[in-house]
């Protein structure tokens, strides 16, 4: 979806693995952000990147949830020790110049 | 309480029809307002900013009342293409530019 790329597009793994998500802004953006959507719920911001730096975590839900991005442009969001709790929807999204554009997102299922 | 409520619906109406959506946000110091649009299993996609002297764009009109911490859209003529998610959105008063999501308003719109 308009220039960000996420993989994978679904994953399905057992309780108490760990999973990595990643986003690709595509054209590199400084500013790039996670959210998550859970089953029926809004989407909830989970972390903003400036750059390779996150000055904005507050979102993520549990110490069991990190993120990183590299060169300002990929990012990568680990869940460690899944929970059933963690099924949702992964989406990415960065800035553009009037509005965020989101990637197709990851859908997570934790059995 | 949430920071942005939406009536979930669903709202099911002829085509046609006119139907209005309606946000309420808690956060005064809010500086930036919008509508998402969300097809099933799709990323969310801007529709519309939303300003305190209104906007237009075809058959959509969206409202903001700062007063009142209430934001409205208008859909005139619907059509069965219009038939979708509608996000209430508002960009926090932090300087991370992160959004914050209503629940979503479902919209089918049937022959």
């Known amino acids: 979806g308009a220039g960000v790329s996420q993989s994978p597009s679904n994953k399905v793994t057992e309780k108490g693995k760990d999973v990595e998500l990643r986003c690709d802004p595509i054209s590199g953006h400084t500013a790039l952000y996670w959210y998550r959507q859970s089953l029926g719920q809004g989407l909830e911001f989970l972390i903003y990147f400036q750059g390779n730096s996150a000055p904005d975590k507050s979102g993520l839900p549990s110490d069991r949830f990190s993120a990183e991005r590299t060169g300002g442009s990929v990012s990568t969001l680990t869940i460690q020790r899944t929970q059933q709790e963690d099924s949702a929807v992964y989406l990415c999204?960065?800035?553009?110049?009037?509005?965020?554009?989101f990637g197709p997102g990851t859908r997570l299922t934790v059995l | 309480r949430k920071e942005v409520e939406q009536d979930p619906g669903p709202f099911n109406v002829p085509e046609g029809a006119t139907v209005a959506f309606n946000c309420t946000y808690s956060?005064?110091?809010?500086?930036?307002f919008f509508w998402y649009r969300q097809d099933c299993r799709k990323e969310p996609k801007l529709l519309m900013s939303?300003?305190?002297s209104g906007n237009e764009d075809g058959r959509f009109t969206a409202q903001l009342n700062r007063a009142s911490q209430y934001i409205s859209l208008l859909i005139r003529d619907s059509k069965l293409s219009d038939s979708a998610t509608y996000l209430c959105?508002?960009?926090?008063?932090?300087?991370?530019?992160?959004?914050?999501f209503g629940q979503g308003t479902t919209l089918q719109v049937k022959p």
């Open positions: 999204a960065k800035e553009g110049q009037h509005e965020q554009f």
């Open positions: 939303v300003y305190s």
């Open positions: 959105v508002v960009k926090g008063s932090s300087n991370t530019g992160k959004l914050i």
């Open positions: 956060n005064s110091a809010s500086q930036s």
